[in-house]
């Protein structure tokens, strides 16, 4: 099976957590998308959804399926997602795509949330992605010294990337 096989079978196995007459949080990035197309063959079945970025609402939209801002909705019953890295504990290392904030909050405001990566994703031991960190502008240097200073590692800004909160990663 290829990688795109396997992202459109977790997509549409997601589909089964999809509650009727509910509002869905979707995700961004190339699983996100996969499922993005399996929940238009039942976009009437739903109210609409929260995206987690332009990008997702975008893509939402053009399959007709209404996109609400957080703040018009009281409850999201699922949350759907991709994932950069996973392990046998569960453990995700998300945002790779620099809509971490934002899927962070949807994912919090959800009742659920399924996570759909194919198996590329599961690594024994976590870290080979690099784990994406948004910060505003203004506190760069000192998070990422605090990072080195506690944790470890070298972090560094992603260049010429600009997260929709104005931020870096």
């Known amino acids: 099976m290829t990688q795109d ?3 459109f079978a977790v997509a549409q196995a997601a589909l089964k957590f999809v509650v009727k ?3 869905i949080g979707v995700g961004t990035g190339s699983t996100a998308n996969f499922f993005i197309d399996a929940l238009a063959t ?3 079945d739903i109210k609409g959804c ?6 997702t609402a975008e893509r939402l939209e053009g399959h007709g399926i209404k996109v609400f801002d957080l ?8 949350y759907v997602d991709g994932a950069d890295e996973s392990d046998d504990g569960l453990n995700l290392i998300k945002g790779g795509g620099g809509a971490l904030t934002r899927e ?3 994912a ?9 990566a194919d198996e590329s ?16 502008p203004m506190a760069a240097n000192y998070v990422k010294h605090q990072i080195t200073r506690r944790i470890g590692g070298t972090p560094f800004i992603r260049e010429n990337f600009v997260t929709h909160n104005g931020n870096l990663i």
């Open 5 to 7: 096989e396997m992202k």
């Open 21 to 23: 007459d509910t509002i």
């Open 42 to 44: 039942m976009k009437d």
């Open 50 to 55: 929260v995206a987690s970025s332009v990008a």
């Open 71 to 78: 703040n018009e909705v009281e409850a999201i019953s699922v």
């Open 104 to 106: 962070k909050i949807v």
């Open 108 to 116: 919090a405001v959800a009742d659920k949330f399924v996570c759909i």
């Open 121 to 136: 994703k599961l690594v024994k031991v976590m870290g080979d992605f690099p784990l994406p960190v948004e910060v505003i």
